[in-house]
């Protein structure tokens, strides 16, 4: 199983230059302790949250100054990025990482992004779709056209090509029960969460997932990482006490990120309610058994590998501090708990 952590929030209380600096300490540690990638989100016009609005460039200076750990996005926003030149982009960072760059992309369930930049959020899933399609055919590095509904163009070629024969892996998001199976159809690698949903409820997705993966014709049975909040402490005590805090809160938090945009085109409104409800009644005692994976190495071995056995992973993208209330030094504490401890059991 791969390991790998996820970077979005800004932790409360720091400015933005030494928000980027604890994200260049996390990469460098997890390329010194054998982490195997790490998920950059994109997160626009939200300053108060993540200062992340070039995954990009991000990956980028990790990949410079790094030799081994891969990076990824997590996710990129198809629908807010001109798929020509983000095609472009892909393949020049895939050439200067030397292939150590997965590309995680996704929609997202929030309307910022959107508002900000005049894109109708309605049009989000044909927009995905359809610039993905772009994508895909640019890293042939032939000269094409298309005409879609958003999209017009006659004889590009997109440069460079892919750094190897096959073009960088591509991995989409799935929160939504129509999502999952076609993905699957798509023959791509999945990221899931259980933010919205239950593990039960994630677990009866995934098998709607494998068999449409099954039924069109793929090898294997699919590839799913889980993006989990994950804390590591000295003792299962600790664990359980030092992030109550920033776990509440992130929760809370997501509670209110859910149930915001309702009302929008384009925004399934009994699930978001429904979602927002269940987030906004759990208890800490649920938070622990049903959302997240806290506790001193031996405690988190069993939990990943229950996880692992149930829905089948083939990696996590660990959310060391969801909420940005933890101190960095117990961020990077789980990091190294987690690699040097953990790890080595899936391995």
């Known amino acids: ?168 892996p591509l991995r989409m998001a799935a929160t939504t029960p129509d999502t999952f199976p076609r993905v699957a159809r798509l023959g791509l690698p999945i990221f899931v969460g259980l933010r919205g949903m239950s593990i039960p409820e994630l677990s009866g997705h995934l098998k709607i997932y494998r068999a449409a993966w099954r039924d069109a014709g793929h090898p294997g049975d699919g590839d799913v990482c889980l993006r989990i909040p994950l804390y590591a402490a000295p003792t299962a005590e600790a664990a359980i006490e030092e992030p109550k805090e920033t776990i509440t809160f992130y929760f809370r938090r997501q509670a209110e990120l859910t149930v915001a945009p309702v009302g929008r085109a384009g925004i399934p409104t009994d699930l978001r309610r429904s979602q927002a409800q269940r987030l906004q009644g759990l208890t800490y005692d649920e938070i622990l058994s049903t959302k997240v994976a806290f506790g001193a190495a031996p405690q988190l071995i069993d939990r990943l590998g229950e996880l692992k056995q149930e829905l089948g992973l083939s990696g996590i993208a660990a959310e060391l501090n969801p909420g940005g209330l933890l101190p960095f030094e117990r961020e990077l504490r789980s990091l190294e708990i987690m690699t040097q401890q953990v790890m080595p059991a899936f391995k």
């Open 1 to 168: 199983m791969d390991f790998g952590i996820f970077l979005e929030q800004t932790r409360r209380g720091v400015d933005q230059p030494e928000a980027f600096r604890e994200m260049f300490a996390m990469a460098e540690a997890g390329e010194a302790w054998g982490l195997d990638i790490v998920w950059l989100a994109e997160m626009l016009f939200n300053p108060a949250r993540s200062v992340l609005s070039g995954p990009l460039l991000m990956s980028s200076w990790i990949a410079s100054r790094t030799k081994r750990i891969r990076t990824g996005t997590a996710v990129q926003l198809l629908p807010l990025n001109h798929p020509l030149r983000l095609a472009g982009e892909v393949t020049t960072l895939d050439h200067l990482s030397q292939g150590r760059f997965d590309f995680g992309i996704g929609r997202s369930g929030g309307t910022r992004g959107y508002d900000a930049l005049g894109v109708p959020y309605a049009e989000s899933q044909e927009r995905f779709f359809e610039a993905l399609d772009i994508i895909v055919k640019a890293w042939k590095g032939e000269p094409f056209s298309y005409e879609g509904k958003f999209y017009r163009f006659e004889n590009v070629t997109v440069a460079p090509r892919p750094y190897r024969s096959s073009p960088p």
